[in-house]
């Protein structure tokens, strides 16, 4: 089982999974803390560009919530993809974590934006 070992070896490797890490807790932390101020209990959770006036969809909290359950989904996920591909492609193991950061960052503005229309 060398795999694990190397992998966590490579810096720029844990460069990445820290900044992953810090991402997902981050977004978590914001969408739970967000939601505990407001005291509505309808969130708008989606735009439909083809409904004209009532674009927006209003949703419940449950559905603001998985926001922060997808960011640390994506954290497992990546995670998961990356230590196993290491062994095959340094490369591709780093590729799996960049695109776990850049979906986090994309699950951070939307949920911001989602949150900002509350």
């Known amino acids: ?3 694990p070992r190397t992998y966590f070896r490579d810096h720029f490797v844990l460069l990445l999974l ?5 991402l997902a807790l981050f977004t978590a932390i914001f969408v739970f803390l967000r939601i505990s101020t407001s005291h509505n209990n309808s969130y ?3 735009y439909r ?3 004209g ?3 927006f969809q209003t949703g419940s909290i449950s559905e603001i919530i998985s926001f922060g359950i997808f960011a640390l989904l994506i954290l497992i996920i990546s995670v998961s993809l990356s230590v ?3 062994s095959i492609n340094r490369n591709l193991s780093i590729g799996v974590i960049s695109a776990g950061i ?5 699950d951070i503005i939307v949920s911001n934006s989602l949150l900002t229309l509350h």
Do not use: G, P
């Open 18 to 22: 820290t900044t992953n890490v810090f």
């Open 44 to 46: 708008i959770t989606q």
């Open 102 to 106: 850049i979906l986090t960052i994309l």
């Open 49 to 51: 560009s083809n409904l």
């Open 53 to 55: 006036v009532s674009a």
């Open 1 to 3: 089982m060398a795999t």
């Open 84 to 86: 196993r591909t290491y």
